[in-house]
């Protein structure tokens, strides 16, 4: 196994390496290849300022290993704003493993990629994310310490899926309750994008609130799941038929970027809460959503029950002390929209000020998580 790191790019903002692709605000970028298995991963530090980096294994066929950085450098960014919010004691990682989860993962290529994330002394933990699941993380907690997301068996958490879709859940009431001065979504007819692991809970919560639900997905399966649990659901054949129908709320439940101009100037929802991560397909989105009258909750703010789940797998796991700091997530998003209002900024703008005001308690010189201070015991972690 060998590895490289890319630390920041220099002052005047080029990237000595010549490829542009990593950002400059990032602490630290760590590549890994091993042929023996074929494994080519990336970890991505945005910053440690409040504890190790937290953040899941992210397992996709990239078309490029820019295209992989490109995308662990934008979650691992969001990763540190979702823990600050939630008033975790962790920073911002992220991990993408380039391939074919179901042609490529195999227990000796995540075992390799243990011992990966292992070397890198606790700066960052691991832990599920799309194309990894509870199982995989048992695999690679047997060769490192530094992983969340594992099965009850090994004394993990679980599924996270479980409190991302409750938290989500709890953040479309809170923006029901701004919008329509009721956090009920009796009546309301909900479009969910993506009924993969945390979009079929979600329907699922919804329709027990009384919503009207009409769903879409690219995997039919994920379809016909929710067809056996729902029958009454709706479905539509595409994003765009989803986009383009009489719903009250649309909720992007898949992959990021959901929410381009082209979906907002269409989109006849006036509330948008959902689970994917990064769902500003640029920050020009944000006020375009203000403009159109659109009520955002914030990715970040909402979907981050999974990592106050895994999060709490660190103090000796409690689902129901878990389940109660993700059922805060209904007054933080409150707050998010109370905030944005009164100073007229879009609500991803004030959710942002909320993480960096958290962020900026943290003194200078303290700014950095290192392997061996005193605030990390590698016991904790098991």
Not at 90 to 97: F, S
Not at 167 to 180: E, I, T
Not at 204 to 232: F, I, N, Q
Not at 316 to 344: H, K, N, P
Request: hydrophobic fraction near 40%; aromatic fraction near 6%; include cysteine.
């Amino acid at each position: 196994m060998t590895s490289t790191t890319a630390h920041r790019r220099s002052d005047d903002g080029t990237n000595r390496s010549g490829d542009d692709v990593f950002a400059g605000d990032h602490e630290q970028v760590v590549f890994c290849h091993d042929p023996q298995t074929g494994l080519r991963a990336v970890v991505a530090l945005h910053s440690t300022a409040l504890g190790p980096g937290l953040g899941g294994t992210r397992f996709y066929p990239y078309a490029s290993t820019r295209e992989a950085v490109a995308d662990v450098l934008h979650l691992s960014r969001g990763m540190t704003y979702k823990n600050a919010v939630a008033g975790l004691d962790h920073g911002g990682g992220k991990a993408v493993i380039i391939g074919d989860p179901s042609r490529d993962k195999t227990p000796e290529l995540l075992r390799t990629y243990g011992r990966f994330v292992q070397s890198l002394g606790g700066r960052y933990v691991t832990a599920c994310d799309v194309g990894t699941y509870v199982a995989d993380m048992d695999v690679v907690s047997t060769t490192c310490d530094f992983v969340t997301g594992r099965s009850e068996a090994l004394g993990g958490a679980g599924d996270s899926s479980v409190l991302t879709s409750l938290g989500v859940f709890q953040g479309m009431r809170a923006a029901a309750a701004h919008r329509w001065g009721s956090p009920s979504l009796e009546g309301r007819r909900v479009g969910v994008a993506g009924v993969g692991k945390v979009g079929h809970l979600l329907v699922g919560l919804l329709r027990e609130d009384g919503a009207d639900v009409v769903v879409t997905d690219v995997s039919a399966a994920a379809l016909d799941r929710v067809r056996d649990e729902h029958p009454e659901a709706a479905v539509v054949g595409s994003t765009d038929e989803l986009v383009d129908s009489e719903i009250d709320v649309y909720a992007p439940c898949a992959l990021g970027g959901a929410l381009t101009a082209r979906v907002v100037h269409r989109l006849r929802a006036v509330v948008v809460c959902g689970a994917a991560n990064n769902q500003l397909a640029e920050p020009e989105v944000a006020d375009l959503l203000v403009e159109r009258g659109i009520t955002y909750a914030p990715d970040y703010v909402v979907n981050s029950g999974g990592v106050i789940q895994v999060a709490d797998e660190l103090r000796g796991f409690s689902f129901e002390r878990a389940r109660q700091r993700t059922l805060g997530i209904y007054d933080t998003t409150a707050s998010v929209l109370e905030e944005a209002e009164r100073e007229g900024v879009a609500p991803s703008v004030a959710a942002d000020r909320l993480a960096e005001r958290r962020i900026a308690t943290v003194p200078p010189d303290q700014r950095m998580h290192l392997p061996g201070s005193p605030e990390h015991d590698p016991t904790m972690y098991r």
